[in-house]
């Protein structure tokens, strides 16, 4: 009994704990279905939630865009209205015609119909300046670029166009609202730009720097942004560049920024006590700046070029160039500006015909690029030496070389050996040679009066040449000598002459005979006042007033050939 009781009671608890299972596996199963059921409906929820949110961020740009347009063709609407309104007003308070308005009262309402819509219109460009800059501000955190600079150009615009008005108090506030953004902007992509020239290899590898497409394209759009960012800038000139600087236009802050390594290395090998820095070796830095332009203006033409010529219709190569010659200049003038000057005349003749070199290569190089505004960049030799202490220098130097060059010449002992027989003396050919090196230097200066000094030191120098010419005849000892020597001097002043002769007809000595004659026009102007004056006749002063350049000299070379052959003859 005992037994079969306990069984019964084992089956009974088994059942129960079995059923007990099943309930619990059947409510987890209901459960289970029910997350299950509840899951789907939230990823459902959560996908059209997704959905609901692209569709109300693609209309609240589409609003934002078509309220921007809206807005700026409103208040450029107004601000029509506001004039023809002006003028309307203007005209009737000029008339006042009493059959028009008898009540004087009413020109009174008509003032204050004008002062409400300035009002409403200083209101509107208010509330304008405000809007965009909040969306400025969004686009900005938003990482759209280039919709903030559009904001931003039309809130600069506007305050370019409040700087003729009335409105002090409006156009300093909008004057404000433009530096603040725009310097926030300079430096945002000013970091931009330099973390991304760093990656293509700007300055030194970028030859062999092979960036991913990806950091091509985000440096394009950087510089197009930097490039509309210029646009509309009114900001006034530096007053803090120096003065030799002058003729050279602000850099671009694109341009800026990319010369920040550039001038870095610059000032470390060249301004600086390293055995780089010496004042003697200019062809050092001078070759350094070459290869810069060498190496960075095809990086420059590839990935910049194109891009600063759409948007602001200038070239980043001649800006670019333009900087690097900044750089050399401030270096040269330092150099060349004082008093005594810090070099030699060695070292000056050398700075001399590397800054010529340095200007023949830049030319050549926009000759092969085909630069529309090339001569946009100020020549790089008038720059350093058209300076007033500078170019005396240079005549000097320029005038002690040629009269040592002439000691060497006429101590050669080939000096009337002919080179080609027939033909001229090797003394003929090599001081033709120097009056052309001379010529082709200060050719490279711009004022036509800077120029004519050089030009009397090319008749100065020819005087002397003929004078020792024919000392050089005189001095012969022997009869047979002396005719011989004669001979030689007399064809050798006739080839100085006749090459004289052929540069009447060059357009450079063309253009200098037509500033001489306005100078000695003045001259004559002068010198006739003074007779009036004295009351007393011209001279032949006034005949020497009508030559131009080289016509005395000619005469003088003339009458000595003359005086060579009138001897000869005698003899």
């Known amino acids: 009994m005992d037994s079969d009781r306990v069984v019964l009671e084992d089956s009974s608890s088994a059942r129960t704990f079995f059923g007990f299972i099943n309930k619990e596996l059947t409510d987890a199963k209901l459960t289970t279905k029910l997350l299950s059921e509840l899951l789907v409906n939230e990823e459902n929820r959560k996908v059209l939630l997704e959905s609901r949110a692209f569709e109300l961020t693609q209309v609240t740009k589409v609003n934002i865009k078509e309220r921007t347009e809206e807005i700026s063709s409103t208040i450029k609407s107004l601000m029509n209205r506001t004039t023809d309104i002006r003028t309307q007003l203007g005209k009737v308070v000029r008339e006042k015609l009493p059959n028009r ?47 903030a600079i559009a904001i931003f150009n039309q809130i600069r615009y506007l305050r370019n166009s409040c700087s003729n008005s009335d409105c002090a108090n409006l156009w300093k506030y909008c004057s404000e609202v433009v530096d603040t953004w725009e310097k926030e902007l300079q430096e945002r992509f000013a970091v931009d730009l330099v973390n ?44 803090t560049r120096p003065s030799i600087l002058i003729d050279y236009k602000q850099n671009s802050p694109l341009v800026e920024i990319m010369m920040r390594p550039l001038r870095k290395r610059f000032r470390y090998h060249f301004c600086s006590s390293k055995p780089t820095n010496d004042d003697t070796k200019p062809e050092w830095y001078f070759t350094q700046v070459k290869h810069w332009i060498r190496d960075l203006v095809s990086f420059l033409e590839t990935h910049v070029e194109g891009i600063v010529i759409s948007e602001c219709h200038t070239s980043a190569i001649l800006d670019f160039v333009q900087a690097l010659s900044e750089i050399l200049i401030l270096k040269t003038d330092v150099l060349l500006s004082t008093s005594t000057g810090r070099v030699d005349d060695s070292v000056f003749s050398k700075i001399l015909e590397e800054s010529i070199r340095y200007e023949l290569e830049v030319k ?169 004056r004295k009351f007393s006749g011209i001279s032949k002063e006034d005949k020497v007033l009508e030559k131009l350049l080289f016509s005395d000299v000619q005469e003088r070379y003339t009458s000595s050939i003359e005086s060579v052959l009138v001897s000869m003859s005698q003899e």
Not at 216 to 234: V, W
């Open 196 to 239: 991304l020239l760093e990656k293509v290899g700007w300055p030194q590898r970028v030859e062999i720097a092979n960036p991913s497409s990806d950091t091509i394209k985000k440096l394009q759009s950087t510089i197009r942004c930097i490039a509309r960012l210029t646009l509309g800038n009114l900001k006034p000139p530096d007053i």
């Open 101 to 147: 308005c008898d009540d004087a009262s009413a020109y009174l309402k008509l003032d204050k119909i004008a002062q409400l819509d300035k009002s409403r219109d200083y209101v509107l460009v208010i509330y304008f300046i405000i809007f965009a800059s909040n969306k400025v501000n969004s686009f900005l955190r938003d990482g759209n670029k280039t919709e």
């Open 364 to 532: 050549t190089l926009f000759e092969e690029l085909s630069l529309k505004d090339k001569d946009k960049i100020p020549p790089f030799v008038n720059t350093l030496f058209s300076q007033p202490m500078v170019l005396t220098r240079w005549l000097s130097i320029e005038k002690r070389g040629s009269l040592d060059k002439l000691d060497i010449l006429f101590a050669s002992p080939t000096a009337w050996n002919r080179v080609v027989v027939p033909g001229p003396t090797e003394i003929s050919e090599l001081f033709v040679m120097m009056l052309r090196f001379i010529t082709d230097r200060f050719s490279h200066l711009r004022q036509p009066g800077q120029k004519i000094q050089f030009v009397e030191l090319l008749i100065e120098i020819l005087d002397d040449f003929r004078i020792r010419c024919i000392q050089v005849w005189n001095s012969s000892n022997s009869d047979k000598d002396h005719v011989l020597k004669g001979v030689l001097v007399g064809e050798t002043l006739g080839y100085v002459q006749s090459i004289l002769e052929s540069w009447e007809s060059l357009p450079f000595f063309v253009n200098l005979d037509y500033f001489w004659g306005k100078i000695r026009q003045v001259e004559k102007e002068d010198l006739e006042f003074r007779r009036i």
